[in-house]
């Protein structure tokens, strides 16, 4: 077909992101259409920064299914309204004009579905013929519309799993030393990835004993009096917490600190926090863990499900583009828990973009502190399976390397002005 | 044979402490000997709280080689010399004698050591015929005269791929977004685990850029300098610190902090610390990660090789108890690099005891943020093969959940009074 593909990462990579495009790249391949991709997402479109996917051989594409970051760099870039970022708008056309770029697939979350929908207008408006796709991923699984977004079930995984055998290990230790562990998990404004690490336990005994959610605004006497009634019926605690925790007022307590009247900023992270709450109230010996960017990049751990997906959206798209569905994002659609079944189906990109999809209230335990049966029927099919990398001799997975060589530039240099 | 045989788990347990476990019953059963386990450690030899492990499937046993934490329950409880401790002591051999016990094997690190041996000449000074072996174990790698302890090669592959993974992610959002990422690792007085992140990167543009040391003091503007420096080379940073990083006063960071003149007690580890400082003094958007338990419980990703040495001590600590080999501990001999050999060979305690094996010299460039080739040559080794524990149809490894059934005490209670 004639034209090229321009394909861009945008907002936090995750474990599969790259799987995604690996798919893109060999779909695209198998259609003979050639794949751009943007340096640093939205960025390097913008720039004319493009990398030609053409150079690196079908083994180190074919790698890239089981290779975690953003092969071709990914970008925290917002592009405002049209009218508000004309500009840009029209500079991307013009790198599209220049590229002969025909199909352009942005891989992200909210925001970008919200650019590729404003990046379809414009090039109608601008009269230049130009097909967007919106490829989902984040790790948040906050995307409407779509049952899941590639890049969670394996940060759940990694999450269930890593809380079970720290509790293991707590439980040794309990006796003599620890009694109390507390582990952040991602999640700003959502609950996803601490309902997952309900999936490590069955019973009420079983770790994590307690889950915070950033719903749930955070209650420090009925907190406390739940950690010590765990240490006394189970000998030790493990305590689950978003990031997002926030107090009665709304306020996050990462930023306020439980304790410090002087206003000084808090270095850490709300596991610090209430690991030292605990200490300070009830004397328990503490540990806690903050996995920060290993859990969203923990490859080596990845669901089977969550590949899976990736790769279906990554092909999907790719087909849905030359097509020529226009603002349109494949999404994962769920026909059935048990057995797990699922299918790609288009939607349009306005009903995705700008919504957030919430916890829904039914996935947490009417006491605030665990999740439901509806939680874990949801959750479970999601981290279902694995898909290791291979590994070298040296002990270490043998992730993609990319060329990334660079597509020389037609247009005159362009900076990214500040608004 | 005649008599029973005790297996106690002591100090922080490991990735693989439950597969020494696993061959020290595994064998014991195969010579018909019967293998009681003291729950948490030496206080339950002093409690007389005992399992009966014959109580446990074949399948249960087997389970232990793959499951994290300890299967028995560990403890810190350091016994003192026979002088001060001496009713402590003598408490030991009456349980003993009251279940037989003709064989001790104590899995644990340098105080456990220590331990075994006082035990072995209390039991010859009382006219009670025992036998104690050590059996190693500790993430720490700090034992004596054995290459490598049990434990090491797990966390440390751990460490090598989480700082792989982690890196790949910090190089794409580093265009706008997070340019240093520090990720704060065990070891408090040697360098082993943070050594071992070194495995990940192989030219100075790879990641760890800057590996911290506990042996080598810390130099904020050398730190600084070498921080500004690779972001503008490579465009982003990877940092991996030693929670035992110390200044050049000796005290740890993590105690006094790098900024606060108040005194106040700093709540995180020494990755937020450094993390702030990067930010205040040199304005990059920074990440950090402590992974804590998580490192030493990763069962998970588990090193072959380490599952292998902690299975080999197992089974060799029996074999040399039921021959009468008393004081001593089995220890892994390396006989080559590559192809790596390794032998067991029995060692006596009191070589082992009470000596910290620090990272030699050679084992970290001139300049102290890195390791050398000769490290390399060392580690590798230990983070080679992989040894994945089965996973369920819930996504979750299968991890053994033992009766743990206890024995019937025979002696008045006991409390293990304060000193």
């Not at 990914?74 to 049209?82: A, D, T, V």
């Not at 973009?353 to 916890?359: F, S, V």
């Not at 335990?365 to 665990?370: F, I, P, Q």
Request: aromatic letters at 8%; a positive charge.
């Amino acid at each position: 077909m004639r034209g090229n593909l321009l394909y861009a990462q945008s907002g936090g990579v995750t474990a599969v992101i790259n799987a995604s495009a690996c798919a893109v790249i060999e779909t695209a391949r198998r259609h003979k259409v050639r794949v751009l991709a943007a340096r640093n997402g939205i960025i390097g479109a913008l720039r004319e920064d493009l990398i030609d996917t053409s150079k690196d051989s079908a083994a180190a594409i074919a790698a890239l299914r089981h290779t975690p970051g953003g092969a071709f760099g990914s970008c925290r870039f917002k592009l405002k309204s049209i009218e508000e970022d004309r500009a840009r708008y029209e500079r991307l056309i013009e790198v599209f004009r220049a590229h002969d770029i025909r199909w352009f697939l942005y891989n992200g979350g909210n925001d970008s579905a919200d650019t590729s929908q404003k990046i379809s207008q414009v090039g109608k408006a601008l009269g230049y013929d130009i097909t967007v796709v919106g490829v989902p991923k984040t790790v948040d699984n906050d995307l409407a519309v779509t049952d899941c977004c590639p890049g969670f079930g394996s940060v759940a995984k990694y999450t269930a799993v890593s809380v079970l055998e720290a509790s293991l290990d707590v439980a040794s230790m309990a006796e003599s030393s620890t009694k109390v562990f507390v582990m952040e998990v991602m999640g700003r404004h959502a609950g996803w990835i601490a309902a997952a690490a309900g999936l490590a336990g069955r019973t009420d005994d079983d770790a994590p004993h307690l889950i915070l959610f950033p719903e749930i605004p955070f209650d420090e006497t009925s907190f406390l009096a739940r950690v010590k009634a765990t240490v006394e019926r189970v000998g030790w605690c493990t305590v689950v917490t978003s990031e997002g925790l926030r107090n009665r007022e709304g306020r996050f307590l990462s930023e306020v600190g439980t304790r410090d009247a002087f206003g000084h900023a808090q270095l850490g992270g709300v596991a610090p926090l209430l690991a030292q709450l605990v200490k300070d109230r009830l004397g328990y010996k503490y540990h806690w863990a903050m996995p920060d960017y290993l859990q969203r990049s923990a490859r080596h751990l990845s669901s089977k499900t969550d590949v899976d997906h990736a790769c279906a959206v990554g092909k999907a798209a790719v087909e849905l583009a030359l097509a020529g569905r226009n603002a349109v994002m494949p999404a994962i659609i769920r026909q059935s828990d048990a057995p797990y079944r699922w299918k790609i189906e288009a939607v349009p990109l306005e009903k995705v973009a700008n919504h957030e999809k919430k916890l829904p209230k039914g996935f947490i335990r009417r006491d605030g502190y665990g999740i439901t049966a509806a939680a874990r029927r949801y959750l479970e099919p999601l981290v279902r399976g694995e898909a290791p990398p291979p590994y070298g001799r040296d002990g270490l997975p043998k992730y993609a390397r990319l060329k990334n060589v660079g597509v020389k530039p037609r247009l005159p240099a362009y900076v990214i002005a500040d608004r």
